[in-house]
């Protein structure tokens, strides 16, 4: 499962809030994010959206190790996801590790993931929801980040999540992989 993504440069702040239709105060670009690491987190605050930071993984008491993924397919049935369905978030990504290989969107514009965020004793915390892969991850991993679409943020945000759940993004994704050095 996902446990490394990289997040939005800088230069990258107009273009989430041409995305999700509302200015991004806070905005605090991440190069590289894996698990327990600050990330900057979309959440719906009263009438509008506000970008918050926030560390990735749940404390849970069966683990030491922080709980960063939640499938999709099972979260309305799980007791650890129900009490926080109504606290969804977008995950603000410009690529995914799965199996080793790095996947993009043509471009290496900013994608949003789909995310539950809960408060706890150390402070808010995200989990990154996962689904079945697309036909370019496939290969190489048998899960993947629950990608969005634009038209699907307001009702992941604050709408039918439910209607989200039954159609994740499965467009296809570009590899990208880095080239050994010859010399």
């Known amino acids: 499962m996902c446990t490394d ?40 605050v009263e009438d509008s959206l506000a970008c918050s930071e926030m560390r990735w993984g749940w404390t849970v008491p069966w683990d030491k190790a922080p709980l960063v993924n939640a499938k999709s397919e099972t979260l309305t049935t799980l007791a650890t996801f129900k009490p926080h369905l109504d606290q969804r978030c977008l995950i603000l990504a410009r690529s995914f590790k799965e199996g080793g290989a790095q996947f993009h969107q043509s471009g290496w514009g900013v994608f949003c993931l789909a995310g539950l965020w809960r408060e706890e004793s150390s402070g808010p915390r995200f989990v990154m929801l996962t689904t079945t892969p697309s036909e370019s991850v496939a290969p190489f991993h048998n899960r993947m980040p629950f990608l969005l679409r634009e038209e699907q943020f307001p009702d992941w945000l604050r709408g039918d999540y439910l209607k989200v759940l039954a159609a994740p993004d499965k467009s296809p994704l570009e590899k990208f992989q880095k080239q050994p050095e010859l010399f």
């Open 5 to 44: 993504y990289e997040g939005p440069k800088p230069e990258q702040k107009a273009e989430i809030e041409r995305k999700i239709r509302c200015e991004v105060f806070g905005f605090v670009p991440r190069a590289r994010v894996r698990p327990t690491d600050p990330a900057p987190i979309i959440i719906p």
